[in-house]
Antibody, heavy 126, light 107 residues
């Protein structure tokens, strides 16, 4: 079973950038995709983007294109999500989740999200 | 983009009652639909995938059904720990999208 640990809460100024990390253990890092999802306070879930570390390919939600960069470091089994030009609308909990197909880790971008990391709260405030 | 509409927005029930949650897609997603549970202050958890398959460790009181555009999550007898928000998600078309959620609260 994959286990995900995320970096701690961040407070950022408008216009700045934030980089959130997600460290995986329990299964080979090359065997699954990492998805990023955010949730604004009191709101629903919004997919941000996905990386498949073994292929080093990424896909982003169109509304974040140009502002988000997702990377992965296989040597530390850590994925990163960097979001730039922050505004107050980016205040949210940011989750990473590993990809799963048929109950097992998988590297397909179409896999389900299981399990999830605990989340990283990003607050954007002047 | 496929839009998922969940209903009702809130479902007020008592422990032991049966809960029926609906998720409707704006176009067919075949069976590429999942359900997640989220409790306050926690990350979501996968309950059901491929419309009707229970994820590892999920109790049998949770069941999913449907295909195409109409899907249902049924909780056969609500336990105290089941009061939470439930989201559906499709992975048929890019990007995968989530529904707006149904909150199951205690009546």
């Amino acid at each position: 079973q994959v286990h995900l640990v995320q970096s701690g809460a961040e407070v950022k100024k408008p216009g700045s950038s934030v980089k959130v990390s997600c460290t995986a253990s329990g299964n080979p890092f090359s065997s699954f995709a990492i998805h990023w999802v955010r949730q604004a306070p009191g709101q629903g879930l919004e997919w941000v983007g996905t990386i498949i570390p073994v292929f080093k390919t990424t896909n982003y939600e169109q509304r974040f294109q140009g502002r988000v960069t997702i990377t992965a470091d296989e040597s530390t089994t850590t994925a990163y999500m960097e979001l730039s030009s922050l505004t107050s609308d980016d205040t949210a909990m940011y989750y990473c989740a590993s990809g799963a197909c048929g109950g097992a880790p998988c590297s397909s971008p179409y896999g389900w999200f299981d399990p999830w990391g605990p989340g990283t709260l990003v607050t954007v405030s002047s | 983009e496929i839009v998922l509409t969940q209903s009702p927005a809130t479902l007020s029930l008592s422990p032991g009652e049966r809960a029926t949650l609906s998720c409707r897609a704006s176009q067919s997603v075949s069976s590429y639909l999942a359900w997640y549970q989220q409790k306050p202050g926690q990350a979501p958890r996968l309950l059901i995938y491929d419309a009707s398959k229970r994820a590892t460790g999920i109790p049998a009181r949770f069941s999913g059904s449907g295909s195409g555009t109409d899907f249902t999550l049924t909780i056969s007898g609500l336990e105290p720990e089941d009061f939470a928000v439930y989201y559906c998600q499709q992975r048929s078309n890019w990007p995968g999208t989530f529904g707006g959620g149904t909150k199951v609260d205690i009546k």
